[in-house]
């Protein structure tokens, strides 16, 4: 009777990490890792993309066990691992480019999702102080990682440390104003994650949080990068939709009247960006006929503010809301763009006030649509 042949096994080469348990996937092979980088010293011309590719593969199989590995495995491995992706941040080489950057970012929460999140304040703090170490820019790609593993761990659990999210706020508005010091690209991912932690734990924003990132976005919504506009835009939405912030009726109008100026010389992208966010800055002081007519009965009359007109709270009807965008419409001087985007802004705030309101008021926005624009 013959014997069965044995499957032989593909020995581990470097640049390949080897996965034999559950437990094995989160050990970083430092000996598999070093023999990779003894490789590229013999690349022509020298490079990290034997060490790039290692780290790229052991983080992809890292993040596959996460999903499914048991809560005794991570109670084991989470604060080995947790260090060895902070290390894989602010390494020297290789660097940690966008690829292993979302991996990183990725890994990080999956461990605080399914694993314990006790250490998650103290990790976020750590990636702060990277994207605030060294003078002005300093490693680019290692600000980039921190700023991005900050902005993914935001968006989804960080209501569990919004304690935190006034000190981020300033660290992403240093990079997002500073476009002498900091590179294009890394003040984007700033405000994206920025709009991310609005999105997430929005609710932790103070109030003089929320006043200085306005502030920003008023001048960043002009930018001369197109994609800064963009991305301001869509912090804009988030900041009216997850935070407390509140606008008097001043203000209102003179953040509409700069907003539609960004739609100026701009993409049909960043032209529907700027619409939605303007018709979200409109819609969130809208409010519905049952809910008028609820608190009237219910309450007195408002007081006066001392403060003078424009300043107590407001709110506006349907006929408002339309008359605040055929004034910037109806200019002689408006440019067709910007009347391209104002038609965007009148779609997004349609859907946003929903069938019933619309259908309610049919005859006078058809009026509006057909006789006053």
């Known amino acids: 009777m013959s014997t069965p042949t044995p499957t032989p096994t593909r020995p581990s080469t470097p640049g390949t990490p080897t996965t034999n348990t559950a437990r094995d996937v989160f050990e970083f092979d430092e000996r598999l890792f070093t023999a990779a980088g003894e490789l590229d010293k013999f690349s022509n011309p020298p490079s990290n993309n034997k060490q790039e590719l290692f780290v790229f ?115 992403f508005l240093k990079v997002i104003k500073y476009e002498k010091i900091y590179p294009l690209i890394m003040r984007d991912e700033a405000m994206v994650a920025l709009r991310k932690m609005l999105q997430g734990a929005g609710r932790g924003s103070t109030d003089i949080t929320n006043k200085e990132i306005l502030k920003t976005l008023k001048v960043t919504i002009l930018d001369k990068a197109l994609i800064m506009r963009s991305s301001s835009a869509e912090s804009l939405s988030a900041l009216v939709k997850h935070t407390s912030i509140t606008f008097i009726r001043s203000d209102l109008e003179a953040s509409i009247t700069l907003f539609i100026k960004a739609m100026d010389e701009s993409t049909y992208a960043i032209r529907k960006s700027v619409a939605t966010s303007i018709a979200t800055l409109l819609y969130s002081k809208f409010q519905g006929e049952e809910n008028l007519s609820m608190n009237s009965a219910q309450s007195p009359p408002p007081i006066a503010s001392k403060q003078g007109a424009g300043t107590e709270a407001f709110t506006l009807d349907v006929n408002e809301l339309l008359t605040h965008l055929s004034n910037a419409y109806n200019k002689p001087n408006t440019s067709r763009e910007v009347r391209a985007g104002l038609s965007e802004t009148y779609a997004a705030l349609f859907i946003m006030l929903g069938p019933s309101v619309v259908e309610r008021h049919y005859s006078s926005i058809m009026k509006h649509l057909l006789i006053d624009l």
């Open 57 to 171: 593969q052991w983080l992809a199989a890292v993040e596959r066990e996460l999903k499914r590995c048991g809560h005794d495995i991570f109670r084991i491995m989470q604060p080995n691992l947790e260090r060895q992706l902070l290390k894989l941040i602010s390494m020297p080489t290789p660097k940690p480019r966008h690829p292993i950057r979302r991996l990183i970012a990725r890994c990080f929460l999956s461990l605080y999702v399914r694993g314990n999140s006790s250490t998650l304040y103290e990790t976020v703090q750590i990636l702060q102080s990277l994207i605030e170490a060294g003078k002005g820019m300093g490693d680019k790609d290692v600000k980039l990682a921190a700023i991005h593993c900050i902005g993914v761990i935001m968006e989804t659990i960080g209501e569990k440390i919004q304690s935190l999210v006034s000190e981020l706020a300033t660290s």
